[in-house]
């Protein structure tokens, strides 16, 4: 996803996650109080509504970030920003650990309607429609709030959650690089029809998001071609990531982050022939972990047994 790191707020950091939110949520917090101010009898209402706004998208992400860890990928952050948030995530190249990473944060929408919907029959049970008409409207808006945002999020618009679904499915069958290729085709249609109905219903902030998914999809393209091109170099016995088991490529494809020069990290036993820079880690071309180069031997050896 498109970096919103700059700007932000960092608010707690929470089981190895740390939350950020970008400075200008509390611009649209307040035009879209205000703008709804009619909504309840009470101002302190409509802030409610809002902050329970925000509850849910964390929740949401954090759903994400949770699960991803849960199949040994990484997830340290959160962004949350006016419309909606990203969780940063890197899953194990694997189709079902990305499967499970995504569809974790729509899961929790699913449990939350299941909760809310619960608590509103218990509620109406209790005469609390009588007795407390502002707080049943806030379950209410809560519930339909909620709702929206599972359904938009489960559009099959890469990079959306249904988007990233639908690419992890596609995955089994026509492998990683084709499968983001397909799904970023699939996310560049859906987000046209986006962009028309945010012309049609002349709502700026939706043109905003539809501009975000585009970039986010082409961004999405360029991946999948670089997976393509990296699929069919050759491969260098020998070595094996530790973390998905690719063999690496054959080739100058690392470079030097002393004096930019690229070099094959594999050859030269992690030492920058132009420099002689010595490099603790590798990264895998293939899945973006970073590991010793004695790991990458040992993972080979594991592998011919």
């Given at each position: ?104 944060g729509p899961l929790v929408n699913v449990a939350l ?184 031997r040992a993972s080979a050896l594991v592998q011919s047994?």
């Open positions: 996803m498109t970096s919103l790191r700059q700007g932000t707020i960092h608010l707690w950091r929470f089981a190895g996650i740390d939350l950020y939110l970008h400075w200008t949520w509390f611009l649209v917090a307040a035009y879209e109080i205000s703008g709804r101010a009619k909504s309840y009898p009470s101002l302190i209402w409509n802030v409610l509504e809002y902050l329970a706004l925000f509850l849910i998208v964390m929740l949401h992400e954090s759903g994400h970030a949770l699960a991803c860890r849960q199949v040994g990928g990484t997830a340290d952050r959160i962004v949350l920003w006016p419309l909606g948030g990203v969780a940063y995530v890197n899953p194990p190249a694997r189709p079902g650990a990305t499967l499970w990473s995504i569809a974790a309607l299941i909760l809310l919907s619960m608590f509103g029959i218990m509620s109406r049970s209790a005469g609390w429609n009588a007795a407390m008409p502002n707080a049943m409207a806030l379950l209410r808006a809560l519930w339909f709030i909620n709702l929206a945002l599972l359904v938009f999020n489960l559009l099959p618009i890469y990079p959306l959650d249904g988007g990233q679904i639908l690419r992890s499915l596609l995955w089994y069958v026509l492998g990683r690089a084709r499968s983001l290729m397909a799904a970023t085709v699939i996310g560049f249609l859906g987000v046209a029809g986006l962009i028309l109905l945010a012309v049609w219903a002349r709502a700026a902030w939706f043109a905003i998001l539809s501009a975000f998914i585009l970039l986010n999809c082409w961004g999405g393209l360029r991946q999948a071609q670089a997976l393509a091109r990296l699929a069919k170099l050759p491969r260098r016995e020998g070595f094996a990531c530790p973390s998905c088991k690719a063999a690496p490529p054959a080739g100058g494809f690392w470079r030097c982050s002393r004096c930019r020069e690229p070099f094959d990290t594999f050859q030269t036993q992690a030492v920058c022939p132009h420099c002689g820079a010595q490099f603790a880690v590798t990264k895998c071309l293939d899945c973006g972990a970073v590991n010793p180069l004695s790991e990458w047994r």
